[in-house]
């Protein structure tokens, strides 16, 4: 069972973990690539929504889409898109 996607980077020269978390509306967030890579990540446009955690392992392992990962460095929240391959799967 998944429970989490996380992946590593920095924010201000510090290293971080960002986490997949649910938006405000409870759900996961996803980006459509198009044929150069990512589409434009904060045009609404490409925005993607999920219910459940399992639809978003099945819709990047598709190639077709990039995660929303946050972290919370320093009490301000970062945004990042980030692809299947680095990305790291945890499981019960």
């Known amino acids: 069972m998944l429970v989490n996607i996380t992946s590593s980077g920095t924010v201000y020269g510090n290293a971080t973990t960002f986490n997949l978390e649910r938006n405000k509306q409870g759900q996961y967030e996803l980006v459509r690539r198009d044929a150069q890579g990512i589409g434009k990540p904060f045009n609404r446009n490409n ?7 399992e639809e978003v392992r099945s819709k990047m392992e598709s190639g077709d889409y990039y995660v929303i990962l946050t972290s919370h460095k320093f009490n301000i929240p970062r945004r990042v898109a980030r692809p299947f391959s680095s990305c790291q799967l945890i499981t019960l």
């Open 47 to 53: 925005r993607v929504y999920v219910e459940c955690i």
